[in-house]
C-alpha cells in the first residue's frame, strides 16, 4: 500500500500535528486502508503499525456521511421514544454486473430468496467491500444492486417480491441505516436512520409485503461526571445482588429498566420499532418502545397482523416477548438463547409460535407455544432437543408447515428438517426429522426458497463455502456465483483442518479448542503458538475456514484457539460461569489452555503469543498483565483495557447488555477496576500490539490508546494499528488483509528463532 501524508501525524517526538488543525477542503477525503501514527516518522508508508507517542493514536476526524437528517423535530430527551422515520428517495445506485475490482478471493453470505425461490439476493465482497447483490439461484448472471460503498450487513427480500430490505453500515462504523430497493435495482429508498446519531436496525416484513418492520435507536444524552460515569440515585434491583461466577439465573431474565431500576448506560437512549411502508404511502406505525433496552427486534408478525414476536434483553438474559399490535399489551414472554436474532415463527393461524429458546434448559431447544386468540400462552412443548447439543438456527418455510433445524454439535452444524402439523387445542407437533448432509462444517444462515427450497450459508475448514441449495430430495448444490478462495491460501498448501482437543481448568471445569497445526513439521517438533481468544464472550471457537489463521500457519506458528468458560456452544452454565467474580477464573482457564497446548501438543513454552479480538481483546490485554511471563508477545484487537472507561464510551444498549456480564458501573465500580487490565499495567513486560477500528463506537478506539500509551510510559515496546474506514468488525477487503499481514509479521518477528 502506498504512503498516504493523510495517514500520518507527523512532528518533533513527543508532539503531534492534529488532523483537525486542517482545513477540511486541504485535507481531501480521507484514505482507505490504516492509519498508523508516528512522531518520528513522518513519512512511513502506511503498510504496517507504527509506534505511537504522547497520546497513542491520532486519526483524521470521520468522513463526513452521505446522511440526509430526517425531516421533524427533533426527539425529546429522556426516556422518549425514537422519532419514527421518514423515507426518502435516494439516487439509483445499481452497478455492472462484474465487480469494478476483482480480487481473488472473495465470500458469499447472508442469502435471502425472492417469493418463488428462483432468485436470491445476497452480500458479497468480491468488489472489496459487502455489498448487495442479487442473482438467479442456478445461472450467473448475478447483478450489483448498491454501489455505494457502505458496507452492507442484512439484506432481506420481501414476501410480495417488490422490494430488498437491508442495512448498511455508513463509513464501516457501528451506525447502521435501513434502505429498500427494486430487485432491478431501481427505487432506492432510505427508510430509517437519516440521522447520524441514531441507528436503524432491520426487523422482519409483513406477511404481505406492504411493511417492513425497523428498531430505531434514539442518540442518546449526555450526563458524564468528572470520572466520566453517570451516576444515579436509584435503588439497587434485586437480581444485582449474586453474581458469583455460578449458574444460578436460570429462567426468566430480570433486565428492565424503570422506576427504581438503575440503567447502566446515559439517559436519554431507547428502543422503537415501527412498521414502515417502503413505497412511503402510510405513516409508520409504533409497535414497541424500550426506554434503555438493550436490544430489541422485530422477528415475525401474525398473519393477520394481530401479535408481534419481539427479542429483547441483555447478551444471557434475551426473552421472546409476543405483543399485541392493536394496544401493545404483552400477552406471553419466554427466556430464549444468545445467538442469531430470528429466534421464532408464528404458525399459519396465529394460534402456535415456534421459538428457539432455551427456558429452565442447559441447551436450546424448539418449542411449540400455544396461544389463546390475544396471545395469551396456554402451554409450551419441547418438541425437538438433543441431549448436550443446542438449537443455533431455526428457519419456517413460507408456508409455516416445514421448520429447518441447525444444531450446534460439539462447534459443528448438522441440519434437519421437519414437518409441522396444527393441532386441535393442543401445540402443533412435530413430525420425525430428516437429516440434511452438509459439505462444510457450519450453518451460518438458513433462509427459505419457495415451495421445498432451502438456501444455505456455509462455512467450514476446508475449500468452497459460501451459499449452497437444495431441492427437496436433491442433495445440496453450490450456487455457481458464490464466494471463491483458491488464492485465499499459496498455492499447494491445502487448508489445515483442525483438531479437537479437551482439557480441564485448574479448578475442574471442562474446556476445549481447536488445534492448528502448521504444514511442514514432524509430528513432535516443538513449535511457537498463538492462543487466540475468541470474542462475545459468548461467541464459539468453530472449525471455520479462517484466512488470518492461514496466514499466521503459513508462517509456520501453531494456533491453539480455546473457549473458556463464558463461551457459547457449551451449554447454559458454561455461559454462565465468568459472571461476576467468576471472570477472574475465565483469565485462568487462559493460562491453563496454554499450558495445555504445551503439554497435550507440540507448543513450544518459551515461544507462546496471545491474541484476540473484542471480548478476545480484552483477555489479551488481560492475559498479559496476569501471566506476564507465560507469553512472548500479545496481539490485541478491539479490545477493551479499562471496563470503567469502556462503560463511559461504548453505546448505549451495549453498555446495558454489558452490565450483565462484567458488572455495573456504578454498584460493581471495584469489581471492574479489579476485573481491568489497566489496574495491573506495571506488570507487563511483552511486548503488545493494538488494532482497532477508527470508527468503532462498540469498544472506543481509546481503549487500546490507553493502553499502549502507557505500555510506552513504562518502557515496554507497543505499537497501534488502526484502519480507517472501519468500525468494531473489519469489514472491507483491504483493510481485512493489511491487518492479517500486519498481525503475522508482528507474531513472526517475536517468536523467532524458528
Not at 485535507?27 to 508508508?45: D, K, Y
Not at 454489558?658 to 469489581?671: M, S, V
Amino acid at each position: 500500500m502506498a504512503a498516504d501524508a493523510r495517514n500520518h501525524v507527523t512532528g518533533q517526538p513527543g508532539t503531534r500535528t492534529p488532523h483537525a488543525a486542517a482545513p477540511a477542503s486541504a485535507q481531501g477525503p480521507p484514505a482507505r486502508g490504516a492509519a498508523p501514527v508516528s512522531a518520528q516518522e513522518p513519512a512511513r508508508a502506511a503498510g504496517g503499525p507504527v509506534p505511537a507517542h504522547g497520546p497513542a493514536s491520532a486519526t483524521a476526524p470521520p468522513p463526513a456521511q452521505e446522511h440526509a437528517r430526517a425531516a421533524g423535530p427533533a426527539p425529546a430527551q429522556g426516556p422518549a421514544r425514537a422519532a419514527a422515520p421518514a423515507s426518502m428517495p435516494l439516487p439509483e445506485a445499481e452497478g455492472p454486473r462484474e465487480a469494478v475490482t476483482r480480487l481473488h478471493a472473495h465470500g458469499c453470505w447472508y442469502p435471502s430468496a425472492a417469493p418463488d425461490g428462483t432468485e436470491v439476493a445476497f452480500i458479497c465482497d468480491r468488489g472489496g467491500v459487502p455489498q448487495l447483490w442479487a442473482g438467479p439461484v442456478d445461472g450467473e448472471g448475478i447483478r450489483l444492486l448498491d454501489s455505494s460503498p457502505d458496507p452492507v450487513k442484512e439484506v432481506s427480500w420481501s414476501p410480495d417480491g417488490r422490494w430488498i430490505a437491508y442495512t448498511t453500515a455508513p463509513g464501516g462504523g457501528e451506525h447502521s441505516r435501513v434502505l429498500c430497493v427494486r430487485p432491478d435495482g431501481t427505487g432506492r429508498r432510505l427508510l430509517a436512520g437519516a440521522d447520524p446519531d441514531s441507528s436503524a436496525y432491520l426487523g422482519c416484513w409483513a406477511h404481505d409485503g406492504s411493511a417492513v418492520a425497523v428498531t430505531l435507536a434514539a442518540p442518546a444524552t449526555a450526563r458524564a461526571q468528572a470520572d466520566a460515569v453517570w451516576q444515579s440515585t436509584d435503588a439497587v434491583p434485586a437480581h444485582w445482588t449474586a453474581r458469583d461466577g455460578r449458574a444460578t439465573l436460570l429462567g426468566t431474565p430480570a433486565y428492565a429498566v424503570g422506576p427504581g431500576v438503575t440503567p447502566a448506560t446515559r439517559p436519554g437512549g431507547g428502543l422503537s420499532a415501527y412498521l414502515i411502508d417502503p413505497d412511503g404511502l402510510a405513516s409508520p406505525v409504533l409497535l414497541a418502545t424500550e426506554p434503555d433496552a438493550p436490544t430489541l427486534r422485530v422477528c415475525d408478525l401474525s398473519r393477520d397482523g394481530r401479535l408481534a414476536l419481539l427479542r429483547r434483553g441483555p447478551r444471557g438474559r434475551r426473552e421472546a416477548v409476543v405483543r399485541r399490535t392493536s394496544d401493545a399489551a404483552t400477552t406471553c414472554t419466554l427466556a430464549v438463547a444468545d445467538g442469531d436474532p430470528w429466534i421464532g415463527r408464528f404458525s399459519p393461524d396465529g394460534r402456535t409460535l415456534w421459538l428457539r429458546s432455551d427456558a429452565d434448559r442447559e441447551y436450546a431447544a424448539l418449542f411449540a407455544v400455544a396461544l389463546d386468540a390475544d396471545g395469551t400462552q396456554r402451554g409450551r412443548t419441547v418438541v425437538a432437543e438433543r441431549q448436550d447439543s443446542g438449537l443455533e438456527l431455526l428457519a419456517m418455510a413460507h408456508d409455516g408447515r416445514t421448520a429447518v433445524l441447525a444444531w450446534n454439535v460439539r462447534g459443528a452444524g448438522e441440519l434437519e428438517v421437519v414437518e409441522t402439523a396444527p393441532g386441535h387445542g393442543a401445540p402443533d407437533t412435530a413430525g420425525p426429522a430428516r437429516p440434511v448432509p452438509l459439505p462444510h462444517e457450519v450453518v451460518t444462515r438458513i433462509a427459505a426458497a419457495g415451495t421445498g427450497r432451502l438456501l444455505l450459508a456455509l462455512s467450514g475448514s476446508q475449500r468452497r463455502p459460501g451459499v449452497w441449495w437444495a431441492h427437496e430430495g436433491v442433495s445440496l448444490l453450490r450456487t455457481p456465483w458464490s464466494s471463491r478462495d483458491e488464492d485465499a491460501v499459496p498455492p499447494g498448501r491445502p487448508p489445515v483442518r483442525p483438531v479437537l482437543s479437551r482439557l480441564a481448568a485448574r479448578d475442574g471445569l471442562p474446556l476445549s479448542g481447536w488445534y492448528y497445526r502448521a504444514p511442514g513439521r514432524a509430528p513432535n517438533e516443538p513449535a511457537p503458538c498463538v492462543i487466540h481468544l475468541h470474542g462475545g464472550p459468548e461467541d464459539q471457537e468453530r472449525p471455520v475456514f479462517d484466512p488470518l489463521y492461514h496466514e499466521l500457519l503459513g508462517r509456520g506458528l501453531d494456533i491453539f484457539a480455546p473457549d473458556v468458560r463464558g463461551s457459547g456452544g457449551h451449554g447454559r452454565s458454561f455461559v454462565d460461569a465468568d459472571l461476576g467474580s467468576g471472570r477472574f477464573a475465565a483469565l485462568d482457564d487462559v493460562a491453563d489452555c496454554a499450558a495445555h497446548a504445551v503439554t497435550a501438543g507440540p507448543a513450544d513454552p518459551t515461544r507462546l503469543a496471545v491474541m484476540g479480538r473484542s471480548y478476545g481483546g480484552y483477555l489479551t490485554f488481560a492475559s498479559l498483565v496476569w501471566h506476564p511471563d507465560l507469553f512472548r508477545t500479545g496481539i490485541a484487537v478491539c479490545g477493551m483495557s479499562d471496563l470503567l472507561t469502556f462503560f463511559a464510551g461504548t453505546e448505549p444498549w451495549i453498555a446495558e447488555s454489558a452490565a450483565h456480564k462484567y458488572g455495573h458501573p456504578e454498584r460493581d465500580r471495584e469489581l471492574l477496576h479489579a476485573l481491568s487490565p489497566m489496574s495491573r499495567i506495571d506488570a507487563l513486560r511483552a511486548p503488545l500490539l493494538a488494532v482497532h477500528g477508527e470508527h468503532d463506537t462498540n469498544v472506543p478506539p481509546g481503549e487500546s490508546e490507553q493502553f499502549v500509551r502507557a505500555a510506552r510510559e513504562r518502557g515496554v515496546p507497543a505499537e497501534l494499528l488502526v484502519l480507517r474506514d472501519e468500525g468494531h468488525d473489519f469489514l472491507r477487503a483491504d483493510n481485512r488483509r493489511l491487518f492479517r499481514r500486519t498481525a503475522a509479521d508482528w507474531m513472526e518477528r517475536h517468536l523467532h528463532p524458528f
